[in-house]
């Protein structure tokens, strides 16, 4: 089935939206309706376009599990990502941060009404302790070394952990596709080095699993990243840059080995990266519009991987 899937993801490639494509949907001269989703950025709201765009994309991935569901494990752990945006979104309104309670609609280690049920953010944590996100050890071990968890540090715990399990549903079966997932591990460790430090990243990435530091290191090797440079950008503040430099380096890697593995499982993984993508952008659109921002504005803020 291996086989059949990749042949399947080829077809499947041909039906992404273009840059063309995004760009009539950022001057109105098409919307969403015209391209097989249920809503239109100018009918409806926020939420109803984010769950629908996002219902049609784990629609789309859930149908590749049902073609060879020996990769079951790997396709759930990318969707996984949804969740961990859930359960990032419920423990900011545990934290008290004014915003409405909104979860992508994926449920899969915490059924949905027991997600909204909750109240208390040590039920939760005790909650999660019983998926393969637990942070609770770990969210401990920060409060026993500085004496308070800042939500930036929660949200960090959760990054790391879903990497973690990412990269273990696929560790025995694609060594290409978990050296991919260490690559989006360096887009999160560059991040989180911009909002919290280095060294607090360094710490819970290393404290979270010790290999870290070796794949970390030879993740930077695979990007041709070298260190100094990283970090000479955090001295001089230049956070712009630094993340500017680090997706431009792991979007070329990326679709160079589309190219020299297109026959490979990692193009299945690569097109899931593109859905998750094409989604991400649809948003930041119908967001762009919403709050009524200039052509250019939106444009700027679109990803393209292809």
Known sequence: MKTYLIVRVHGLKQHLLKREDYLKLVRGDMDLDDIGYDVSIKENSIQEIVNDVSNKIIEKILFLEEIAQEYSNFFRAFLERFEVENIKAKLRYLKGIGRPEYYYP???FIDKEKLYSIKDREEFLKILSM???SIKEYIEYIERKRGRVLLTEEELCL??????YFAESVKKRDKIVFWAIQLEK???YT???VILGKEKTEDIFFIINPDNYVLIERGFFILELKMDEFNKYL?????SGLMNLVQTLYYRKIKRWSFEY??????????LLLLYHEMKNLERIALGRKMGLRDEVIEGTLKYLF
């Open 131 to 133: 998926t393969p996100l």
């Open 106 to 108: 994926y449920h899969y």
């Open 191 to 193: 991040y989180w080095s």
């Open 186 to 188: 360096i887009l999160a």
């Open 235 to 239: 001295e001089n503040k230049d956070f």
């Open 262 to 271: 297109r026959n490979n499982f990692y193009i299945v993984y690569y097109y």
């Open 159 to 164: 990054d790391i952990k879903y990497y973690e």
